[in-house]
């Protein structure tokens, strides 16, 4: 079984930035590839990044590309994800996924594990 614990959400304005952090346990962390999601009020869980269990690979969805980073420290068992230049269409409640692959995937329903999600707002 797989934990994860997401943190770093918040309020903050528009051209803010933030840093969300998710904390895994439970298995070989190194061996997973991880992903960020996100869900509006209203509309369906999003793909927003995902990254490789060797950290070689990124891939972001066009509305973030440019503006958010995604990157892990396998020491830690974490993943992150910077985002800059926020704007308000990011508010959403955002989740962390892992996967019991090293490859990284941009559906949902390829992740194994989900984190409790944390809410991210931004103000215009």
């Known amino acids: 079984q797989v934990q994860l614990v997401e943190s770093g959400g918040g309020l903050v304005q528009a051209g803010g930035s933030l840093r969300l952090s998710c904390a895994a346990s439970?298995?070989?962390?190194?061996?997973?590839?991880m992903g960020w999601f996100r869900q509006a009020p209203g509309k369906e869980r999003e793909f927003v990044a995902a990254?490789?269990?060797?950290?070689?690979?990124?891939y972001y969805a066009d509305a973030v590309k440019g503006r958010f980073t995604i990157s892990r420290d396998n020491a830690k068992n974490t993943v992150y994800l910077q985002m800059n230049s926020l704007k308000p269409e990011d508010t959403a409640v955002y989740y962390c996924?892992?996967?019991?692959?090293?490859?990284?995937?941009?559906?949902?329903?390829?992740?194994?594990?989900w984190g409790q999600g944390t809410q991210v707002t931004v103000s215009s």
């Open positions: 996924a892992a996967r019991q692959l090293r490859l990284m995937n941009i559906y949902a329903n390829a992740y194994d594990y």
């Open positions: 439970g298995r070989t962390f190194s061996n997973s590839a």
């Open positions: 990254i490789s269990a060797s950290d070689r690979d990124t």
